[in-house]
């Protein structure tokens, strides 16, 4: 039996994802909080979606929310956390990138779950102390952090879902600063101006 000092006091589940419209990777975590203050994490599941074989956009777009409206039934996460698209030169690949996080965005927010967004140095320094940390890296230092099944090692194809798995856990390491709970459209749109078109 648990002593009244070491009982479970708290317990959040957070989901991370790594948008993309080919792959797109998750990852949930359960952060446990006892009487002490004392945090632990276990990862609850992880892994990717595959969109390469739907060949319209709009139909990979429609998967995407389909599955993290199912995965958010699920694991019945308290908050969600995304990363949010990198700047390149493809402004084509950028357009679709940024559709199928606001797909996702609107799954969460569907379901009146809290988003907010990182960006991927933001989350690549939090997890590895380097903002230009490769996924490799990324994967590596994860590896450190939380108790992985073996099978993870040499899996390239997991690196989407390790990604997602170090956005959840960016996020429960910024949980010291403000965090904005976006409980619906409206709400997330006062929060975000610039999200508006003129």
């Not at 419209?21 to 276990?42: D, E």
């Not at 609107?106 to 590895?128: D, F, G, M, N």
């Amino acid at each position: 039996m648990n002593r009244p000092n070491q009982e479970i006091v708290k317990e959040k589940i957070i989901l991370g994802i790594d948008p993309g419209t080919q792959v797109m990777g998750y990852g949930a975590i359960l952060v446990t909080t006892n009487a002490l203050r004392q945090k632990s994490i276990q990862i609850v599941q992880y892994g990717v979606i595959h969109l390469k074989k739907y060949d319209k956009h709009e139909i990979k777009l429609k998967k995407i929310f389909e599955r993290v409206v199912g995965l958010i039934e699920d694991f019945a996460p308290d908050e969600m956390a995304l990363e949010s698209p990198f700047y390149g030169k493809n402004v084509q690949s950028m357009l679709k990138l940024g559709r199928a996080q606001g797909v996702a965005m609107a799954a969460a927010l569907s379901r009146q779950v809290p988003i907010i967004e990182y960006a991927p140095k933001k989350v690549k320094q939090s997890i590895t102390g380097n903002g230009n940390a490769s996924k490799e890296q990324v994967a590596h230092m994860l590896k450190n952090l939380l108790v992985f099944p073996a099978s993870l090692s040499e899996d390239h194809q997991l690196y989407d879902a390790t990604d997602a798995l170090a956005v959840a856990l960016c996020h429960h390491y910024q949980q010291g600063a403000p965090i904005r709970h976006n409980k619906s459209w409206k709400a997330f749109l006062v929060d975000h101006p610039e999200r508006i078109s003129s």
